[in-house]
């Protein structure tokens, strides 16, 4: 498969890696069916959050549980972690050296564990409350939705660590660029789901 021809959607290495850059057309394609897949888990998550919104059962609703500060933060900490985790492709595509593409995968990984610290403040304060899932409908809903984020984030965070390990042992071979490709897509997948989550159930719950 020639490499001017050999183009999929996400990075594209290019001429400069073209072994992996032909490996990464089949490979990445196929990740890409897996998010779909699992899009459309997101998107039944997020129907019945919405249909579940007023089923408080006579408790507490977004207005008395949400932290609309936190909730910026993960945010802003997500949207950052996409952003170093670009850098960290470019130091893959562009880059002579492993330790660049390291130090942005390292970067990228705080602000995630940034994200999911907040995140599980806010579930342990929510329980604190007596807003446990079994509460109501709607919190049923709400952690059904927002924790299964924080799971793949928490996935995506383990799969990270994984790769700089891998990287330091076995270096940037076709198998690691294409895996790292393949973690790129990931990680900005998640960023987009959260964009989501925060507009249709903070910004939302809190108009």
């Given at each position: 498969?020639?490499?001017?021809?050999?183009?999929?959607?996400?990075?594209?290495?290019?001429?400069?890696?073209?072994?992996?850059h032909d490996?990464?057309?089949?490979?990445?394609?196929?990740?890409?069916?897996?998010?779909?897949?699992?899009?459309?888990?997101?998107?039944?998550?997020?129907?019945?959050?919405?249909?579940?919104?007023?089923?408080?059962?006579?408790?507490?609703?977004?207005?008395?549980?949400?932290?609309?500060?936190?909730?910026?933060?993960?945010?802003?900490?997500?949207?950052?972690?996409?952003?170093?985790?670009?850098?960290?492709?470019?130091?893959?595509?562009?880059?002579?050296?492993?330790?660049?593409?390291?130090?942005?995968?390292?970067?990228?990984?705080?602000?995630?564990?940034?994200?999911?610290?907040?995140e599980v403040?806010d579930f342990?304060?929510?329980?604190?409350?007596?807003?446990?899932?079994?509460?109501?409908?709607?919190?049923?809903?709400?952690?059904?939705?927002?924790?299964?984020?924080?799971?793949?984030?928490?996935?995506?965070?383990?799969?990270?660590?994984?790769?700089?390990?891998?990287?330091?042992?076995?270096?940037?071979?076709?198998?690691?660029?294409?895996?790292?490709?393949?973690?790129?897509?990931?990680?900005?997948?998640?960023?987009?789901?959260?964009?989501?989550?925060?507009?249709?159930?903070?910004?939302?719950?809190?108009?």
């Amino acid at each position: 498969m020639s490499t001017e021809i050999c183009k999929h959607p996400g990075l594209n290495l290019g001429a400069a890696h073209p072994e992996a850059h032909d490996a990464a057309e089949v490979v990445v394609f196929g990740f890409w069916v897996f998010l779909m897949s699992d899009l459309v888990l997101f998107g039944l998550l997020f129907a019945t959050y919405v249909t579940m919104l007023g089923a408080t059962a006579g408790g507490s609703g977004p207005k008395e549980l949400f932290d609309l500060e936190s909730a910026f933060i993960q945010t802003m900490a997500l949207l950052t972690s996409s952003f170093t985790f670009g850098m960290a492709s470019l130091a893959l595509k562009y880059g002579r050296h492993k330790l660049r593409l390291l130090l942005w995968l390292a970067v990228s990984l705080i602000f995630g564990m940034i994200f999911l610290a907040f995140e599980v403040h806010d579930f342990v304060t929510m329980f604190n409350m007596g807003a446990v899932p079994s509460r109501s409908g709607f919190l049923s809903a709400f952690f059904a939705l927002v924790p299964t984020h924080g799971l793949h984030v928490t996935a995506g965070s383990i799969w990270m660590v994984i790769m700089m390990i891998q990287v330091v042992i076995f270096g940037i071979d076709t198998r690691i660029k294409t895996r790292l490709l393949r973690l790129g897509l990931f990680w900005h997948f998640l960023d987009i789901v959260w964009v989501g989550i925060f507009s249709v159930v903070y910004l939302a719950g809190l108009a």
